[in-house]
C-alpha cells in the first residue's frame, strides 16, 4: 500500500514537472531587466512601429507596462499579425541581450 501511495505521488510529481516545468518566463517591461536568455515578454506596443517582419532589420516598436512607466524596445522578425496594431496588448518570446555601450541596458 506503500508503495502504490509513493508512486502515486511520484506520477503527479512529473505530470506537473512536464506541464509546468517547461514554461518561458514572463515578464513585464519593467521586470525584464536583468534577465538572460529566452523569455516572454507582455505589455502593450507603443511607437513608432517601423520596418516589416521579414526586412532584414526586422519590426521595431516598443513594448510598455500597462501603467506606461517602463518600455522596452523589440526587434520582432517573423510573420506578423494581422490584429498587430499600436496600443494593442501583446505576448512576444525571444531572447534578451544586453547592449555593448550600456551594461545595464537590456534590449529585446
Do not use: C
Not at 506596443?45 to 520596418?51: D, E, F, L, M, R
Amino acid at each position: 500500500m506503500l508503495a502504490l501511495s509513493v508512486a502515486a505521488v511520484l506520477a503527479v510529481f512529473l505530470l506537473y514537472v512536464s506541464i509546468a516545468g517547461g514554461r518561458t518566463a514572463q515578464y513585464s517591461p519593467s521586470q525584464v531587466r536583468g534577465h538572460a536568455g529566452v523569455v516572454s515578454l507582455y505589455g502593450r506596443v507603443v511607437g513608432p512601429v517601423q520596418g516589416a517582419g521579414y526586412a532584414k532589420n526586422g519590426l521595431r516598436f516598443r513594448v510598455a507596462d500597462r501603467n506606461g512607466h517602463a518600455s522596452v524596445p523589440v526587434v520582432y522578425r517573423g510573420s506578423v499579425p494581422d490584429q498587430f496594431k499600436l496600443g494593442r496588448e501583446v505576448i512576444v518570446d525571444g531572447r534578451t541581450r544586453t547592449e555593448p555601450s550600456s551594461p545595464r541596458r537590456t534590449r529585446w
